[in-house]
């Protein structure tokens, strides 16, 4: 009899085991993961939100950069369910199927080195559009012209993008609507990323090129990251930088000048979040978070939020899931 007893109990621990296992395997198996990838502007604030949100729900969110063109390709191949786009949808885009929201604001820069030729002058004077548009187009081939004066060892060296890339695409169409092709014949070497530009523009005194905000200012201080400088635009063309054309100090002051509008736009852009068709399920839910709780972690991070009318109807678009 005891031997029954003892029997029927290691079977019964037998079967809690087996579905305490069977349990865990499905806890495991409806574990959701969203996959994210492209544009490597918002790429340091998708990082962001991925963490809070994976601190308040069960689901793992996994995040690659590789620019705007590959955020896009990933959606529609279904490697990704959301492509980080920071410029404009392409029509063709569109009419392929892709559903884009709003979700942040940020900038493109010129960036030069500290120890540029004509570093002073810049400084002083900043560069107008035409200046930055002959630059990237080639037309002004030394720093000395730009203030009609004769130096030696200072030839500029333009720096591209080599990556589909939306800082690219933004860039260009400030310049006078350009292409990013525009932008790659004109250079004397095209990078990937905005990372490697910044290392380029570092290494040369005489180089220029172009960068989404968050590689020029440290997010923490404020202050500018290393040798890297924000080129200031001279936007009345007066040859002299005027006083409320001076917000390129500090990180605060030059995003409340985004904000209000005294940053052109182009090359200030939103940032979209792209899916191959309206967002659904789980990845609807983190994309309606970062447009309500979300929100709050940009200004920290060097972005600027949607305001509050814009915000309203990114929110109806994702919930109606049509524009």
């Given at each position: 009899m005891k031997k029954r007893i003892v029997y029927i109990f290691l079977i019964l621990c037998l079967l809690i085991s087996i579905l305490a296992s069977c349990?865990?395997?499905?806890?495991?198996?409806?574990?959701?993961?969203?996959?994210?990838?492209?544009?490597?502007?918002?790429?340091?604030?998708?990082?962001?939100?991925?963490?809070?949100?994976?601190?308040?729900?069960?689901?793992?969110?996994?995040?690659?950069?590789?620019?705007?063109?590959?955020?896009?390709?990933?959606?529609?191949?279904?490697q990704s369910d959301i492509g980080m786009v920071s410029r404009p949808l392409k029509q063709e885009e569109l009419e392929q199927g892709a559903f884009y929201i709003a979700v942040a604001k940020d900038t493109v820069l010129a960036i030069i080195?500290?120890?540029?030729?004509?570093?002073?002058?810049?400084?002083?004077?900043?560069?107008?559009p035409e200046d930055l548009r002959k630059i990237f187009l080639g037309e002004v081939s030394r720093w000395g012209e730009l203030f009609n004066k004769n130096m030696e060892d200072d030839e500029i060296i333009v720096y591209g993008r080599a990556d589909s890339s939306g800082a690219a695409s933004v860039w260009a169409s400030f310049l006078g609507g350009y292409t990013e092709a525009d932008l790659q014949n004109n250079s004397d070497s095209n990078v990937s990323g905005d990372q490697p530009m910044a290392n380029s523009v570092q290494g040369d005194p005489n180089a220029i090129g172009f960068s989404n905000m968050n590689y020029v200012y440290n997010t923490e201080t404020g202050g500018y990251i290393e040798t890297i400088r924000p080129v200031p635009i001279d936007l009345n063309d007066n040859d002299i930088l005027d006083d409320d054309e001076r917000f390129y100090d500090d990180r605060s002051v030059f995003l409340k000048n985004v904000s209000e509008g005294k940053y052109p736009s182009p090359p200030t852009r939103e940032e979209y979040l792209v899916g191959n068709g309206p967002f659904e399920g789980y990845v609807k839910e983190f994309v309606k978070w970062i447009l309500e709780d979300g929100q709050g972690f940009l200004e920290p991070n060097g972005y600027v939020g949607l305001v509050e009318n814009e915000r309203e109807k990114e929110l109806e678009y994702l919930i109606n899931e049509s524009r």
């Open positions: 349990s865990r395997t499905a806890d495991k198996a409806v574990r959701h993961a969203i996959r994210i990838s492209g544009a490597w502007a918002l790429y340091p604030m998708m990082v962001v939100w991925a963490d809070e949100y994976m601190k308040i729900h069960d689901i793992d969110i996994e995040v690659t950069g590789g620019g705007a063109g590959k955020g896009i390709s990933d959606v529609f191949s279904n080195n500290e120890n540029n030729p004509v570093y002073e002058d810049i400084m002083e004077k900043g560069l107008s």
